[in-house]
C-alpha cells in the first residue's frame, strides 16, 4: 500500500532490540498485504483488506504485539499513531531534499492594535496545539514505514515576546527582520510542535505576533480554521468547538483506498491520458538551468479587478464550469505564445477535501492534478475554455490516486517527465484568505511569502474583497523578475480583454 516500509530493519522505534525472524516476516506480510496498523493510547488497532488476516498473521501479531507497540508510539511516548498520510510522506521526503527546508514554513504576520493580553494569547495558542493533534505530530521513518507519532499536548506553547524600537522607522525594521528569520528557522519534523509563536511589542497597543507552521500540518484550508478556532480559543481557552478531524483517521482511511491496485490503474489511465503530450514547459529562460536547484525564488503580486472578477465569474457559469477553467484558458493561451506547443503540462492544486470528517481537519490534504492543457482551440477564446473546462473535468475524475505517487512508474512507463516536475503550478483559491477575529481587537493577518521557489512558476489567486489577489512565484535561478511581470501582465491583460465579452 503505497507508501510502503522505507526503512531497513533496526531502524529506530523498534526498541532497540536486534530483530528476529518473525519481526522481518511480519514487517513483510503487513506490507504485502496491505495492512494498516494504528495505535490509540495502548490499544493496538488494524484496518485489514478482506481475508488478509489468517491464522499465521494473527499468531506473529500476537507473538510481536510489545514490538509493534514501541515501534508505532516510539517506546510509548505518542499518545497515537499510524502511517503518514500520502500528502505528508510527499511532504517528508521533499523537506530532506531541498537545500533550504525553511521553504515548506507557512509564515502569517498578524498586526493587533488594541489592549492584548499575552497571557490569554499564550493560553489560547496552547489550547490549540491541545486541540489539533497534527500540530503535535512528529514523522519518524521505522520498519513499519513513515509513520506519525501524536505527542501529549504542551503544558504551555511558548510565545516569547520581545519589544521592538520606539522610532516608527526602527520598529518597522525590527518586524520585518523578525519576519525574515522566522520565516527563514526550518522545523526538524522530529521534534514537534511544529508551530511557532513569536509576540512583538510596538507599543501598549501595537503588537505584531510572527505565527510559523510546517506546511506538513497544514494548507489552505487548515489554515482557515486554525485561525478561526484561535479566535474563539482567545475569548475562552476552555471554550467547547465542535470536534476536530484526526490525520490519524485520514492517512488509515486513505490507505485503504489508494491501494496498490489503484495506482496500477491509475498509472495506466495517465500514461494513455499523458501520451503524445510534450511534459517538459519550455518556458524562455534568462540563463541555462543549473544541475541543482539553489531553490531561490522571487514574488511578484498582482490583482484582478472585482469588475473582471464578477465577469469571470459569470463567463464561467455561462460556460458551464469554473472560474478555474477560465483561468487555465487564459494560461494555455499564454503558455502556447511563450513556448510554441500546442499543448502544457500545467498541475492544478486542489483542496481534497472530498469527505464530511475534512471540514475541520487541521492537515496536509491538498494535491496536485496535472491538467493536460489545450494552448489554442479553432473558434477562439470561447472554445478555449471549452477545451480547458474538459480537461479540468477529465482530470478531476482521476482524482482518486495523488498525481505524485505515480511519476516514478510513470517514467519507467517511458513517459519522460523532466527532473524539475512539476515546472508550472496553478492554485485558483476559491475561499476567502483566512482572517482572525480576537475579543477587543483590530486584526489584520498577512501572508509571509517565502524567498524559496517550489516549480519553475507558480501562480496563485484568493479572493480579496470582490476582487481576486494574485502571486506568482518563480525560480530566480532561471528568470529576472521583468520577464516574469511581463508573463503575469500578459495573462492579466487576456483575461480582461476575452472575458468581458464572453460575460
Same mark, same amino acid.
Request: aromatic content about 8%; hydrophobic content about 45%; glycine content about 8%.
Given at each position: 500500500m503505497p507508501p510502503g516500509p522505507a526503512a531497513t530493519a533496526g531502524s529506530p522505534a523498534t526498541a532497540g532490540s536486534r530483530p528476529t525472524e518473525? %519481526?522481518?516476516?511480519?514487517? #513483510?506480510l503487513l506490507d504485502e498485504r496491505e495492512i494498516v496498523l494504528s495505535t490509540e493510547g495502548d490499544r493496538l488497532e488494524y484496518l485489514a483488506p478482506p481475508g488478509a488476516m489468517d491464522a499465521h498473521l494473527v499468531a506473529l501479531i500476537k507473538g510481536? =504485539?510489545?514490538?509493534?507497540?514501541? +515501534?508505532? $508510539?516510539g517506546d510509548g511516548a505518542a499518545e497515537a499513531s499510524a502511517p503518514a498520510g500520502i500528502a505528508q510522506a510527499r511532504m517528508h521526503r521533499s523537506h530532506g531534499r531541498v537545500v533550504d527546508p525553511s521553504l515548506w514554513n507557512i509564515t502569517q504576520r498578524i498586526t493587533l492594535r488594541g489592549p492584548l493580553d499575552p497571557d490569554r494569547l499564550q493560553r489560547a495558542l496552547? +489550547?490549540?496545539? /491541545? =486541540?489539533? #493533534?497534527s500540530l503535535r505530530t512528529r514523522y519518524t521513518p521505522t520498519d513499519l514505514g513513515l509513520l506519525q507519532q501524536v505527542l501529549p499536548a504542551p503544558a504551555a506553547l511558548p510565545l516569547p515576546v520581545a519589544a521592538v524600537g520606539d522610532a516608527v522607522g526602527d520598529a518597522g525594521e525590527a518586524v520585518a527582520a523578525a519576519t525574515r528569520e522566522e520565516a527563514a528557522t526550518p522545523f526538524d519534523l522530529g521534534a514537534p510542535p511544529l508551530l511557532r509563536a513569536r509576540l512583538l511589542r510596538l507599543a501598549p497597543d501595537h503588537h505584531v505576533l510572527l505565527l510559523t507552521i510546517h506546511h506538513i500540518v497544514? *494548507? &489552505? %484550508?487548515s489554515l482557515a480554521t486554525l485561525l478561526a478556532d484561535l479566535g474563539t480559543l482567545y475569548g475562552d481557552h476552555l471554550a467547547v468547538l465542535p470536534e476536530p478531524g484526526s490525520m490519524i483517521e485520514h492517512a488509515c482511511w486513505e490507505r485503504t483506498v489508494v491501494t496498490r491496485e489503484a495506482v496500477r490503474r491509475a498509472t495506466a489511465r495517465y500514461a494513455e491520458r499523458l501520451a503524445g503530450l510534450p511534459l517538459t514547459v519550455p518556458l524562455p529562460t534568462d540563463r541555462p538551468r543549473p544541475e541543482r536547484r539553489s531553490g531561490h525564488g522571487g514574488v511578484?503580486?498582482?490583482e484582478l479587478t472585482p469588475e473582471l472578477t464578477a465577469a469571470l465569474n459569470r463567463c464561467a457559469a455561462r460556460r458551464s464550469t469554473t472560474p478555474a477553467a477560465v483561468v487555465l484558458a487564459a494560461l494555455g493561451d499564454l503558455l502556447g505564445e511563450l513556448t510554441g506547443d500546442d499543448e502544457s503540462l500545467v498541475m492544478l492544486s486542489t483542496a481534497n477535501r472530498r469527505r464530511r470528517e475534512h471540514e475541520r481537519l487541521v492537515g496536509l490534504l491538498t494535491t496536485n492534478l496535472p491538467v493536460r492543457l489545450p494552448n489554442r482551440a479553432p473558434g477562439g477564446f470561447a472554445a478555449l475554455i471549452d477545451r480547458a473546462a474538459e480537461a479540468l473535468a477529465s482530470t478531476l475524475d482521476r482524482a482518486d490516486v495523488p498525481f505524485g505517487l505515480l511519476t516514478e512508474d510513470l517514467r519507467a512507463l517511458g513517459l519522460a517527465l523532466p527532473p524539475s516536475f512539476p515546472q508550472v503550478m496553478l492554485v485558483v483559491q476559491s475561499t476567502p484568505a483566512p482572517v482572525l477575529e480576537l475579543t477587543g481587537l483590530d486584526v489584520l493577518v498577512e501572508d509571509v511569502p517565502g524567498s524559496s521557489a517550489r516549480s519553475d512558476l507558480l501562480l496563485m489567486l484568493t479572493p480579496? @474583497? =470582490? @476582487?481576486?489577489? &494574485?502571486? /506568482? !512565484?518563480? *525560480?530566480? *535561478?532561471l528568470f529576472d !523578475? +521583468? $520577464?516574469v511581470r511581463g508573463w503575469i501582465d500578459g495573462l492579466v491583460r487576456r483575461l480582461a480583454e476575452q472575458v468581458p465579452p464572453l460575460a
Open positions: 518473525d %519481526w522481518k516476516r511480519l514487517v #513483510r510481536e =504485539r510489545q514490538r509493534l507497540l514501541a +515501534a508505532l $508510539t496552547t +489550547a490549540l496545539t /491541545a =486541540r489539533h #493533534r497544514l *494548507d &489552505g %484550508w511578484l503580486r498582482f480579496e @474583497g =470582490r @476582487g481576486l489577489a &494574485g502571486l /506568482a !512565484e518563480y *525560480d530566480a *535561478d !523578475e +521583468a $520577464t
